[in-house]
């Protein structure tokens, strides 16, 4: 299927013009990029390896006091669809050195603190039915709200509230793996049934040897997202960060299946 990505974003900078920018969907497997621009008014612009080689990153020097932005793609999408539930979790000898930074806490995903919790819910199931049962438990969980969280909300912020948007659903499901044993991350996608149009995340989790997505909101599935970055948590997969304050004037994020 191709899926058609119009991001517009304008904000008002402080003192540092730097903008650190992750929006461009990814080069990768499961996904072709038959079209992408991105437009930034007044900008130099440089790019560098996302986090655990999955897309790009992009340093723009804004000369002037907005960030006025663009940028439109065209990805025709192609994900191997697996049913989780028949996949197995992969031996902790037998995982690739790159994945073993998925198994650990960090520090909006502090899984040491959720084994027990991990362990009287899910103890008895194993590989993809522990991760079904998860993504179902989070979903069952958590009350989808938006403002309901900020950018210092942790899975254990969110456990105790009860509520949450993207992020915090993909945290808990990251935190209730890692505390079972199976690597997660975060991911950041574009998705055509995120409601309201915005920025995604979901988890992605490790089992028999490779990644599959996860979206405890219920609002996609694995076939119809397009990869933009993976990481630990949301402080790897931010869609924008800046040194100084940055105040939004306006933002919009359409994604539509053609």
């Not at 621009?37 to 020097?61: F, K, M, S």
């Not at 040491?112 to 362990?119: G, I, K, P, S, Y």
Request: glycine share 8%; with cysteine.
């Amino acid at each position: 299927m191709a899926v058609e990505i119009d991001v517009n974003m304008h904000y008002a900078l402080g003192d540092d013009p730097m903008v650190l920018l992750t929006i461009e969907a990814a080069r990768m497997a499961g996904q072709t990029i038959l079209h992408d621009q991105l437009d930034i008014e007044g900008a130099t612009l440089t790019r560098i390896d996302g986090e655990g080689g999955v897309g790009q990153r992009v340093w723009a020097r804004v000369d002037g006091a907005c960030l006025n932005l663009r940028y439109r793609a065209s990805v025709e999408v192609a994900h191997p669809h697996r049913q989780i539930e028949t996949l197995d979790a992969d031996p902790l000898p037998r995982l690739p050195g790159h994945v073993l930074a998925s198994l650990r806490p960090s520090r909006y995903c502090q899984s040491d603190l959720f084994r027990d919790l991990a362990a009287q819910n899910f103890g008895d199931l194993a590989g993809g039915e522990k991760i079904l049962a998860i993504r179902d438990w989070v979903s069952g969980a958590l009350r989808y709200a938006p403002g309901s969280s900020n950018a210092d909300t942790s899975a254990v912020d969110t456990f105790a509230s009860g509520e949450g948007v993207c992020r915090d659903y993909a945290h808990m499901v990251c935190a209730l793996a890692r505390a079972s044993n199976i690597p997660a991350r975060c991911v950041s996608v574009y998705g055509a049934g995120v409601n309201p149009p915005d920025f995604h995340a979901v988890a992605q989790v490790w089992l028999e040897g490779g990644w599959h997505m996860v979206d405890a909101t219920g609002m996609s599935s694995g076939a119809d997202l397009v990869v933009i970055a993976a990481g630990r948590d949301a402080s790897d997969i931010a869609f924008m960060e800046t040194q100084s304050m940055a105040e939004m004037i306006s933002q919009s994020v359409s994604v539509q299946i053609r």
